[in-house]
């Protein structure tokens, strides 16, 4: 492996100090490197696939930010099955892999080809109602539906394989991949599982009803949500966000299909650390 593309999250190398050292190791090892700046703004409504439009031509993606930055790279170049790794740069992070003291040996391996690609399930969304002005679109950790305007509750009604399940008077819903488990759902409550595993989580937002818990069902599993009346002004809206991009509103009666994607992110692991190691060490 000698050929690496970097993307950069620009608030958090503001002055390129650190993609420009990883590439001045990367070329000092007789490896070629190019990089690309990305913006939290790229990510918007409009241009949730835009990193997917770059024309990349390497054995490795090496991302430098946060998880967050990791999830949105791997989510939109997943077509291009290229593995990612995740510099983190930020803050707490159970994606990304390495940091700055571990990069530089990290790459080490990667040109002796010293590595794993683990693959994450993908979870795509579609709206049936409003297939002229949408288009599906994938998601890596979670696509969350969640009130929008007044501080009031939303009734969520969920189907699952074309059966009801329930109706959720909360202030939304979180479906999210094993990958997105140790995000927004596990502040939501819901469980922490192992990123390989191959299941969806369906996990309420601060729900009515106390007995409410999230549901685990099959990766195969197709899932509708259709934010229901409330209200007799049938005023209500929801907020519909892949991997924490906003990406259109849901009016009353309205639904969005959830299932499992065709293809799978490509996340590279150097070090022998289980999962269990990992959430270990995070949560100290």
Partial sequence: MKRFFIITNEHRDKDLSVTRSIQDYIEAKGGQSSFYVSNKSEWSRHSLRSLGSLDVDADCIIVLGGDGTLVRAARDMARMEIPLIGVNLGTLGYLCELDLATVYSAIDGLFEDRYEVEKRMMIEGVMPDREAETEPLAALNDIVIHRAGSAQLINLLLTVNGEYLTTYSADGMIISTPTGSTGYSMSAGGP????????????????????????????????????????????????????GDPYISLRVGERIQIHRTGVSAQVMKVNQLSFLQILRKKMT
């Fill in 192 to 243: 922490i599982v192992d990123p390989r595993t191959e299941l969806l989580l369906i996990t309420p937002i601060n729900p009515q009803s106390f007995s409410t818990r999230s549901i685990v069902v099959g990766a195969d599993a197709r899932i509708e949500v259709m934010l229901s009346k409330r209200r007799l002004e049938r005023d209500e809206e929801a907020q519909v966000t892949f991997d």
